[in-house]
């Protein structure tokens, strides 16, 4: 059980910064057409992880 969730949460995390990483790699006009400010990166990825 404890192994379980500590995987589940690992595997979240791995989600989170892989799109923090490839959401930074967008330059501003893309992140616009996405509908995406650069602040909103985090909050974005963290969505995204759940």
Known sequence: ????LAL???R???I????VRELDRLDDRDLTDL??????I???A???AQ
């Open 46 to 48: 963290r969505q995204a």
């Open 35 to 40: 509908g995406i400010g650069r602040a909103d």
């Open 8 to 10: 589940n949460r690992f």
């Open 1 to 4: 059980m404890l192994i379980t």
């Open 42 to 44: 985090r909050a974005v």
């Open 16 to 19: 989170y910064r892989e799109t």
């Open 12 to 14: 979240k995390w791995l």
